[in-house]
Each structure stands twice: as C-alpha cells, then as structure tokens.
C-alpha cells in the first residue's frame, strides 16, 4: 500500500513560480512510477508529468513542457513538481499519483487508469 500527501499549493500570480511536493510512504512506492496530475474546474482530470522509478527517465504534457520539471528524491521518498512561469490556465487542483508498472521496459505512463494511488490534491490558483 502507498500513502501519498500533497503540499506546496496556493494562490500566486502570473509569471510566478510554485513547487509542490509528494510525501509517500509504503514499502512500494520506491519500485513505482509517480505523476502529477491536475483538474481545473468543470474540465477532467488531466496528465501534467511523470518519473520513472529511479527518477532518470521523465515526460511532460505539452503545456507543462518547458516550464515544469518532476523530481524525485528516492532516499526521502518525496516526489517535486517545480513550476515555473505559471500561467492562469495553470489553475487546478494538483494530485500526486504513483503506479506499480511492474516492467523493466515500461518505466513510466501517461494513463491515469494505471495509476492506482492517489493523493488528496493541492489546489493551486494563479491570478492574472
């Protein structure tokens, strides 16, 4: 089993930088890929970023290239997504998520449907 706890959100202005952070506890969660998801208003939930288990291997949305970054610390199993620039658009409730891929040749995903752990949320605001 995997606890995951988000923190780091709040209400920033455009241009702004925030980092929101991803405490996980749970024996497995070091053999896990992690993403960052987020959910604006009325709109699904959609995939900002993911990291593999070791942290060397990652992928960004379209939106978040450029401007965010995912990290990992494997000794403290926390989980960062540094944001940059932020944006309006970029207003949402963040959730860290992490999934048991079981493979050595898929390390990471996109597929929100393969993430079976889920945080909370952090709500993140960005004024114009």
């Known amino acids: 089993q995997v606890q995951l706890v988000e923190s780091g959100g709040g209400l920033v202005q455009a241009g702004a930088s925030l980092r929101l952070s991803c405490a996980a506890s749970?024996?497995?969660?070091?053999?896990?890929?992690a993403g960052w998801f987020r959910q604006a208003p009325g709109k699904e939930r959609e995939f900002v970023a993911t990291?593999?288990?070791?942290?060397?291997?990652?992928y960004y949305a379209d939106s978040a290239k450029g401007r965010f970054t995912i990290s990992r610390d494997t000794a403290k199993n926390m989980v960062y997504l540094q944001m940059n620039s932020l944006k309006p658009e970029d207003t949402a409730v963040y959730y860290c998520?992490?999934?048991?891929?079981?493979?050595?040749?898929?390390?990471?995903?996109?597929?929100?449907?393969?993430?079976?752990?889920w945080g909370q949320g952090t709500q993140v605001t960005v004024s114009s």
């Open positions: 998520a992490a999934a048991y891929l079981g493979s050595s040749i898929v390390v990471i995903t996109t597929n929100e449907d393969e993430y079976g752990y």
């Open positions: 749970g024996r497995t969660f070091s053999s896990c890929a």
């Open positions: 990291i593999d288990w070791s942290g060397g291997v990652t």
